[in-house]
T-cell receptor, first 115, second 109 residues
């Protein structure tokens, strides 16, 4: 499968635990975007990364959330000390190049549930 | 500020046409259209860049009016497979896209 791969598909955490969401972009893509989607709502931009660099994190909460895209391996979205309000679907997308004129291809998402 | 999509929901019979609109309060440099089925990933449909262009493939096309800061998606002779939620994502000369709230389309036999 050469598409965007996200894992896990479903993740359940208790309040206060940490959640780690992984995203492997399409082959050849070095630009990764993370979005959050609440039920029946649109996609909210969180962060845009290019290999080893955070390009734009204006949509990501300043506390408890962090993202990385190391030279080797998948991009990771990390949520520390999760709260009920973090429950959502988190989608990753990748593009061949950066910029708004590039199509973004989405993974199947990780559905995070906080107990 | 996110773009506004209208209508919020539409129900069609197979073979009917639909138009989905996307309006922004900011200057637009690009508009992306995606379709998402329940529980699945958004699927890229097309991208339009500023210049008033119109694009299409098969029976789905779109227009982009830069001056009016809006785009429209046209679905003609709708098929059952067109059902889903359609999102527009707007680019405003930056790296990120801002997505609208979606338009839920249901096509019935």
């Amino acid at each position: 499968n050469a598409g965007v791969m996200q894992n896990p598909r479903h993740l359940v955490r208790r309040r206060g635990q940490e959640a780690r969401l992984r995203c492997s972009p399409m082959k050849g893509h070095s630009h990764v975007y993370w979005y959050r989607q609440l039920p029946e709502e649109g996609l909210k931009f969180m962060v845009y990364l290019q290999k080893e660099n955070i390009i734009d994190e204006s949509g990501m909460p300043k506390e408890r959330f962090s993202a990385e895209f190391p030279k080797e391996g998948p991009s990771i979205l990390r949520i520390q000390q999760v709260v009920r309000g973090d429950s959502a679907a988190y989608f990753c997308a990748s593009s061949l190049a950066g910029g708004e004129n590039q199509p973004q291809h989405f993974g199947d998402g990780t559905r995070l549930s906080i107990l | 500020q996110q773009p506004v999509q209208s209508p919020q929901a539409v129900i069609l019979r197979e073979g009917e046409d639909a138009v989905i609109n996307c309006s922004s309060s900011k200057a637009l440099y690009s508009v992306h259209w995606y379709r998402q089925k329940h529980g699945e990933a958004p699927v890229f449909l097309m991208i339009l860049l500023k210049g008033g262009e119109q694009k299409g493939h098969d029976k789905i096309s779109a227009s982009f009016n830069e001056k009016k800061q809006q785009s429209s998606l046209y679905l003609t002779a709708s098929q059952l497979s067109y059902s889903g939620t359609y999102f527009c994502g707007t680019g405003n000369a930056g790296n990120m896209l801002t997505f609208g709230g979606g338009t839920r389309l249901m096509v019935k036999p």
